[in-house]
């Protein structure tokens, strides 16, 4: 029995797929087999250069898919409109520009409180529960209270990036700081990106977080294990 959701991220699938412009490796295919594994949740992002999944994964995903469905989108009207359309589980606001390798942040709720709580109240008129992907950071907490977010996914990438154990430290102490305060607003607690079988331990250790969202790690060992033993790797180390 795993004391943490597990939300497999399966963008990178796709990024094989799209290098060769074919149709394999199928994300759909590889969800399904993540959720066979025990996966409690997929995440795809749909980005707006539509670099990995692309709409028609998210509207085969949708359809399929058993457990829950966590769309990553930035705050568009674009996106907005595909995720009312779409009516995934939950929909994560993320941070997004075209340049960057992957998301190199949280989403700096604190500094557009008013644009992005138009924005849950969107999502949440279309049946949405909705989540910000934030810094470990009191206030970027609070702001995504003031929003009327349901949930906040912590930015782990500085964790994992730390360049030696003092950091690291640090930054966990943050995340533990960010995720009691959240608990305490009434938020529910993600954590994600960066997070792979040697890192994640500390993090699933923190009471408050109740799911970690996980793909590049998952989907590099996939190659080497296959996707099944990938996810049930990345299981019994989040216990």
């Known amino acids: ?6 939300g497999v991220n399966v963008d990178h699938a796709a990024t094989i797929r799209q290098a060769r412009g074919t149709i394999y490796p199928d994300p759909v295919f590889v969800a399904l ?3 066979r594994a025990g996966a409690h949740q997929i995440t795809i992002h749909l980005r707006e250069d539509r670099r990995h999944i692309q709409d028609r994964d998210l509207e085969v995903m949708r359809k399929v898919c058993s457990t829950s469905l966590n769309l990553e989108m930035a705050a568009t009207d674009e996106m907005v409109r ?3 359309g779409i009516q995934p589980d939950r929909v994560t606001l993320v941070p997004e520009k075209r340049e960057e390798r992957t998301t190199e942040g949280g989403l ?4 557009d409180v008013k644009r992005l709580k138009s924005v849950v109240r969107k999502l949440h008129d279309a049946g949405i529960r909705v989540s910000m992907f934030i810094e ?9 209270r ?5 949930a906040v996914e912590l930015h782990t990438g500085r964790y994992c990036d730390a360049k030696d154990e003092t950091q690291r430290q640090v ?11 959240a608990a305490k607003s009434g938020l529910e607690v993600a954590a994600g990106h960066g997070l792979d079988t040697r890192n994640v331990g500390p993090v699933a250790a923190i009471d408050e977080i109740v799911e970690l969202n996980i793909g590049h790690s998952i989907i590099a060992r996939a190659i080497v294990l296959g996707i099944e033993d990938a996810v049930g790797e990345m299981l019994d180390a989040t216990c």
């Open 33 to 35: 087999l993540a959720e």
């Open 82 to 84: 595909i995720a009312a």
């Open 171 to 181: 930054h966990l102490e943050a995340l533990k700081k960010a995720a009691k305060l």
């Open 146 to 150: 003031k929003v009327a977010a349901d």
């Open 108 to 111: 700096d709720v604190a500094g």
């Open 136 to 144: 470990a950071a009191a206030a970027q907490v609070e702001a995504s």
């Open 1 to 6: 029995m795993y004391g943490k959701r597990l």
